[in-house]
């Protein structure tokens, strides 16, 4: 009978190595993917100088973002032989290192549970198994925040032309000007102050704003150049 098991498991062993892709442990988290998509939706807000000499423009934009989960899963790459005769051996040894594996937790106790229960099966590892991670992303998650536009340039003038570039924006979404500039810029070009300014995005109008002139804005800015 001895010579009978022997006889079956050196033909079944020489059937070749037989290799296998399996998971080891369970999926762990390993952060997320981030993908930043800016909007062309732009809003300008304008604050003056305690001074009164000048503005602050701030400028936000819609971002579209996408947070994508990301697992990792530990794989082995295992070479098994058929070796029938160690189903004896995986019967005591799987049940058993399972067990103290449950109680103590220990990875030595989970090696030993892995390689009885291939025993278990009739297959015997070979030595030197690979491991690889292998990473997966679930389902995305998306939203829209409103953050500071940084990089936005200005165009100051009126309905009809623009007077000044300024910008752009700092991190923060911020930018200043002072009226002695703008006043230069509108004696360059030879135009009156009215009630208000138009303010846009530049070069790309994704955003415009009123930019209203008090009287003694409009009284500094009518008034003639200092002579250089």
Do not use: Y
């Amino acid at each position: 009978m001895l010579f009978f098991v022997l006889a079956v498991s050196l033909a079944l062993t020489a059937c070749g190595v037989h290799t296998r892709i399996v998971p080891a442990g369970e999926p762990q988290p390993a952060g997320e993917r981030t993908v930043l998509e800016p909007t062309e939706r732009i809003t300008l807000d304008v604050e003056r100088f305690t001074s009164g000499h000048g503005w602050w423009i701030t400028a936000k934009q819609d971002v579209r973002i996408t947070r994508i989960p990301v697992t990792e899963q530990h794989m082995e790459v295992v070479q098994t032989v058929t070796f029938v005769p160690s189903v004896l051996i995986g019967l005591i040894q799987c049940p058993l290192a399972g067990l103290a594996e449950l109680v103590t937790g220990r990875p030595s106790f989970a090696e030993t549970r892995r390689l009885g229960c291939w025993r278990l099966l009739g297959q015997e590892p070979v030595a030197g198994t690979a491991t690889f991670i292998d990473q997966q992303e679930g389902d995305p998650i998306i939203s829209t925040e409103t953050r500071p536009a940084a990089g936005v340039s200005l165009a100051i003038g009126t309905e009809r032309e623009s007077l000044l570039i300024v910008g752009p924006t700092d991190t923060t979404g911020r930018l200043a000007f002072s009226r002695a500039r703008l006043h230069r810029a509108m004696a360059a070009a030879g135009v009156a102050p009215d009630r208000a300014l138009r303010l846009s995005t530049w070069p790309d109008e994704h955003a415009t704003l009123t930019l209203p002139l008090s009287d003694e804005d409009r009284t500094a800015l009518a008034a003639p150049p200092s002579p250089a």
